[in-house]
């Protein structure tokens, strides 16, 4: 017999499935994972029984936390892409708990095994969203002549074979493509299937420890003495029993399951049995040099996702880039941050810190490293009703944020767009639709809880670690990894809000008449504007503005001077709450580009920068190019009271193009009349724009903190201020990767 595999045990039952009682299957599983199970299965019992497929949702929704599966589930007459489709959004309503246990016509045993092989390549060709491209099958059982992708599982979803009536010749399929094998014989036969079974792996060239052994027991004879030798002796991992009713399953719970993980346990540790998962062939391929996939510790195991990974498409790329990790960690708290970060230090690759993943920058993803992902730390809380108070996780988003404190009767400034999380935008500024009024989001803040680099964690603010507070506010992807932030929100009602399409035919004037028109405005009003290249030689602009008031007749009265800069082609103005407008998108939004930006601050729109702008614009080199006010209630805080130093700067301004070289050339002719640069937005990884982020003596404060904070720079890649080079990491697309690498950071 196989040796122990050294796989998680694995306890639950077998679910009944007699129609005459359709109610019994979910008491049964509830009452199993009430007495701490780890599974409840659901055969496919045939005619006169109910149906699996509709039973096992049924069961799902009766669970919580044990896993849900299916055992010997007949694929004919279940076209394998509807199954993939019906399995993905099993486990997603499910959290991830389903593991599908296939079994073929046992009538057509010739070819059996080629055709679960072939539902099993629709399946896993059908979850694998991370291949762009139609998935198409032309098998000798199954045609699926091209079909879009989608969705994948929540996790790895497991594909079992084998269990009653499966055709002896599906051995041989599970040995090449199953991740489980449900065992059907006993005694001396069992051991014969368990050699069999072994010597397939090893011709199909596949590591024994990759595929699971689970083994139905009658109730009546699954005692201790039965049960650990298969764990001990025979490598089954997997032990469900046939409950008929409750209390056969809370009889096995309490008088089996405890001793037997018991034994289990006591004897793994004297043999030295290392217990986990072996991962994949696939998955092992897929596998990105300069990670030590196999050290990840065990504390992050639920945490990573890697290449290979069902989950990898939906957290390989950002809003607006591909980006190609070699390993993304997604903490949920913050200890697993803390040993996600000592882990991530002993390889070598570049380390990025993704909060939303929206990030302009491309600082949050990388190609061949690691990103540790922050999206699951997304809670909030109000601390403090009297003070307005409130504690937010990096992960949140924005949208979140203000759908939390609209019933309250509350806001906090952040950017223009709910997608964005807060982590990247309130540690480098946050110029949003209330900058005027209320300021820049990190002018809000009051306390964090950092990771250091060397493990340790701290709480910063004006009392605690008051040097430390003062570069998170600005800089904070250099100095350490936010876990919460807690803020001082401010009271908002509902706003007006006001989309503008202007004849912007005078392109120089409108832009002149637009930024005066800004600076006149009082702070209550905020405005955005954005253009893009001429279209049938047209060109328009749009204005975005936001009136922090309640009242029509003052809202129109603000808005009156934009309305009149140029012939008005379309208006839109809404009285809504601030939640309607900073909003959570529908879904994650994601993208495959490369887009390069360049980004500053100006002190005022003048001629001279209208006149730059206005070619900028129509040359075509820039997509979308776009002038946020960044004045009023920003310019209240002294220049050296945070690290964002920017605070004469009426303007914050930025360019989206495709090519590098031809929207730096334009950009950089327009030097003489900007000033600093928001470097959130920035992409052009020239050393000079150091310096252009944090000016003078910021720097040289920064430069000191990073010696103290970060004295190896183990956060190089988020604009490092470090007064020594970084070391070399390849840049994607061969482009040079100087202190602004793109290879890392925190948005």
Request: hydrophobic share 45%; no cysteine; net charge negative.
């Amino acid at each position: 017999m196989t040796a122990d595999l050294g796989h998680p045990l694995q306890l639950g039952v077998l679910l009944p499935v007699d129609a005459a009682d359709p109610g019994r299957p979910a008491r049964v599983a509830a009452r199993a994972e009430e007495h701490g199970l780890d599974l409840v299965a659901v055969p496919d019992g045939g005619d006169g029984t109910l149906e699996p497929w509709t039973l096992l949702a049924h069961v799902a929704a009766a669970t919580r936390r044990a896993a849900v599966a299916t055992l010997g589930l007949r694929t004919e007459g279940r076209p394998p892409a509807v199954l993939a489709r019906a399995a993905a959004h099993l486990d997603h309503l499910s959290g991830g708990r389903l593991a599908l246990g296939l079994a073929g016509d046992v009538a057509d045993a010739d070819g059996v095994d080629e055709a679960l092989e072939e539902v099993a390549a629709v399946l896993r060709g059908l979850w694998d969203t991370g291949d762009p491209r139609p998935f198409v099958l032309r098998g000798r059982h199954h045609v699926v002549p091209g079909t879009a992708r989608g969705p994948a599982p929540a996790h790895n979803l497991p594909v079992w074979f084998g269990g009653p009536g499966t055709a002896p010749t599906a051995l041989a399929s599970a040995a090449r493509v199953a991740d489980g094998w449900w065992l059907s014989s006993s005694g001396e036969a069992l051991s014969a299937e368990l050699h069999a079974l072994d010597s397939a792996l090893l011709a199909a060239g596949r590591d024994p420890r990759e595929v699971r052994r689970g083994v139905v027991v009658p109730v009546e004879v699954a005692t201790v003495d039965v049960l650990a030798p298969l764990v001990l002796d025979a490598g089954v991992a997997t032990v469900v029993v046939a409950a008929t009713d409750e209390a056969a399953a809370a009889g096995f719970a309490a008088d089996v399951a405890g001793p037997l993980r018991e034994r289990v346990a006591t004897v793994r540790a004297a043999r030295g049995t290392v217990v986990g998962t072996t991962r994949s062939s696939a998955v092992r391929a897929a596998r990105r040099p300069g990670i030590d996939y196999d050290a990840v510790p065990a504390a992050l195991a639920d945490a990573a996702v890697e290449p290979g990974d069902a989950g990898y498409a939906a957290v390989r790329p950002t809003y607006l880039r591909g980006g190609r990790p070699g390993l993304v960690l997604r903490p949920a708290d913050t200890a697993q941050v803390v040993e996600a970060l000592r882990w991530s230090r002993t390889q070598d690759v570049p380390l990025a810190i993704r909060s939303g993943g929206h990030g302009i920058s491309g600082r949050s993803t990388n190609d061949g490293g690691i990103v540790l992902d922050l999206s699951r730390m997304a809670a909030i809380e109000v601390l403090d009703h009297a003070t307005r108070r409130v504690r937010i996780e990096p992960g949140a988003r924005w949208g979140e944020v203000a759908a939390a404190l609209q019933p309250l009767g509350w806001a906090l400034t952040s950017g223009d767009y709910g997608g964005v999380g807060v982590g990247g935008l309130a540690t480098a500024g946050g110029i949003g639709f209330l900058v005027r009024e209320h300021g820049l989001t990190l002018d809000h803040l009051r306390a964090a809880e950092v990771v250091l680099a060397d493990g340790s964690v701290v709480r910063a603010s004006d009392a605690e670690n008051p040097d430390l507070f003062w570069g998170l506010r600005g800089a904070g992807g250099n100095l350490g990894v936010v876990t919460s932030f807690e803020f001082e929100v401010d009271e908002v009602g509902d706003v007006g809000f006001a989309q503008l399409v202007l004849d912007a035919s005078d392109t120089e004037r409108l832009l002149v008449d637009w930024g005066a028109a800004v600076e006149a405005a009082p702070r209550d009003t905020t405005a955005f504007l954005l253009m893009g290249p001429p279209r049938g030689g047209v060109m328009v602009a749009q204005v975005m503005a936001m009136v922090d008031s309640e009242d029509p007749d003052t809202i129109i009265e603000r808005l009156q001077p934009f309305a009149r800069i140029a012939p008005l082609l379309q208006q839109q103005v809404q009285l809504l709450p601030y939640s309607a407008v900073v909003s959570v998108p529908d879904q994650r939004h994601t993208s495959e580009g490369e887009p390069v930006t360049r980004t500053a601050m100006a002190e005022h729109l003048t001629p001279g920068l209208a006149a730059d702008a206005a070619r900028l614009v129509r040359s075509g080199v820039t997509t979308f190019f776009q002038i946020r006010a960044a004045g009023g209630a920003v310019h209240d805080v002294p220049r050296d009271a945070t690290a964002y130093a920017h605070r004469t700067a009426h303007f914050n301004l930025v360019a989206f193009g495709t090519d590098r070289r031809r929207l730096d050339a334009a950009w950089d002719a327009m030097a003489p009349h900007l000033d600093g640069l928001y470097l959130s937005f920035e992409t052009d990884p020239r050393p000079e724009r150091v310096a252009e982020a944090f000016p003078g003596a910021t720097l040289e404060r920064l430069r000191e903190l990073k010696r103290r904070y970060d004295p190896q720079d183990v956060f190089r890649h988020n604009v490092s201020v470090a007064d020594r080079p970084a070391r070399a990491v390849p840049a994607r697309d061969g482009a040079a990767q100087g202190p602004l690498g793109v290879a890392g950071g925190s948005a």
